[in-house]
């Protein structure tokens, strides 16, 4: 990564994609950091990412007091506003005009690979208009999919949402059995869909199937795997990426709405839930079968929040304004590197390119899904356990019987 000469002027941040339980962690940890840096005059944050610098829709953040950042911290979703927008090179144009005029020296984007694309094409264009600047970008995503780092800010969070959404469940599929679905989100990655074995404590515990995006999806095979499942415990949990494809890579369900990035709309939809749920009843007429849609709940749900995802968002946006103020890197995007296991798991921070991080994503691991394809390994719980924090110790009764005397 190539270094600038000494940076002096404002900075501009903004939040993009899909809010999380701690990008304003990553938010505030920017800020923070930025006035402890003399060469950073001021810190804008721009409203709905780069559509309000387009519109010069700025806030200064070095006005906000240690206690409303403090709070802001601690808030779930975009205190500044979100957005799915990708500028076209005359917006970019156009960015550079707002940032010149407000003497802007560094940038700060925080958001998923999209947002890495982002960051990088104004990068890039900042080159060839010679305007020096620093261009960094702070990962965000629940999907877990960004290449390079460990795992990203956020999925902890979610993960953990997810976990504990499947824990609840389990429980209410056992007192009152039959079969439950539940649609996570997903839409190439099984990062998210994965957590929901986190919980698992007995052998008989849900989700006792789990499909992701990354193994196909058959329908018949789907089907043997319920009834086999069903016939041994009466009852089945089934946890569903709400991504699942066939062999040939087609959704089981899109609707054919997109965003600005040309991603098919996914998420907001209860039919994969309703259809796969439709498909049970009817080839394996089993009454009681209900679906549910996790949609846009398992983002920002106010105190499922893990502790060591806090920390880490805080620590990457720091480290962004940091690599650009007194290390006088140009660009880059702050990755997570994965420092010890189990109890003794730490994390380090490092900054990579950020054509390493745009456009491309990572799937989940291969060694993490059983070769049946429908469950999820021990080797992920070890992966993941550290990031969620401390689940519920639940209670079962032993369920020692009573000798029957009419009915023997």
């Given amino acids: 990564m190539d270094r600038t000469a000494t940076l002096s002027g404002k900075a501009v941040i903004g939040q993009s994609g899909g809010p999380t339980n701690v990008i304003n962690q990553s938010l505030v940890g920017a800020v923070e950091e930025a006035r402890r840096h003399g060469s950073i005059t001021g810190f804008y944050g721009a409203l709905h990412g780069v559509k309000g610098v387009l519109s010069e829709e700025l806030i200064d953040l070095f006005a906000e007091s240690s206690e409303t950042l403090k709070r802001i911290a601690e808030t779930p979703s975009a205190a500044l506003g979100s957005v799915r927008k990708k500028p076209s090179p005359e917006e970019c144009h156009e960015i550079f005009k707002v940032l010149q005029a407000h003497e802007v020296r560094f940038f700060f984007y925080i958001g998923g690979n999209d947002s890495a694309e982002t960051t990088d094409i104004i990068f890039r264009l900042a080159l060839e208009a010679r305007y020096s600047i620093g261009v960094f970008h702070i990962p965000k995503t629940i999907d877990n999919d960004l290449l390079v780092t460990d795992h ?12 504990l959404a499947f824990m609840g469940d389990n429980l209410d599929n056992r007192a009152l059995p039959g079969v439950k679905i539940n649609v996570v989100m997903g839409r190439n990655a099984g990062f998210l ?28 095979k789907f089907l043997s795997a319920v009834e086999v499942v069903f016939k041994r415990h009466g009852r089945c949990m089934v946890a569903v990426s709400e991504g699942i494809a066939d062999v040939a890579g087609n959704p089981i369900y899109q609707s054919g709405e997109e965003d600005s990035h040309g991603n098919v709309q996914l998420s907001g939809s209860g ?97 993490f899904i059983a070769p049946a394809g429908n469950n999820i390994t021990e080797a992920f719980v070890q992966y993941a356990l550290p990031l969620i924090g401390p689940l519920p110790n639940l209670g079962r009764f032993e369920g020692k019987r009573i000798p029957k005397k009419l009915k023997p």
Wanted: aromatic share 8%; charged share 30%.
């Fill in 193 to 220: 869909t994965a957590a929901s074995v986190l919980g698992r404590r007995r052998e008989d515990d849900g989700p006792h199937l789990v499909y992701v995006p990354e193994a196909p999806f058959d329908k018949g």
């Fill in 152 to 163: 990203c800010p956020g999925y902890g969070s979610a993960a953990r949402f997810v976990a």
């Fill in 271 to 367: 039919a994969l839930g309703d259809f796969l749920a439709d498909l049970l009843k009817r080839e394996l007429k089993i009454s009681r079968v209900r679906a549910d849609t996790f949609g846009y709940m398992q983002r920002c749900f106010p105190t499922i929040v893990s502790e060591v995802d806090s920390r880490e968002a805080r620590e990457v946006g720091a480290l962004a304004v940091r690599s650009a103020a007194r290390e006088g890197l140009s660009s880059g995007s702050v990755a997570i590197r994965r420092a010890g296991e189990g109890k003794d798991y730490r994390s380090e921070y490092f900054v990579t390119p950020l054509e390493t991080v745009a456009k491309h994503t990572r799937k989940l691991d291969a060694r």
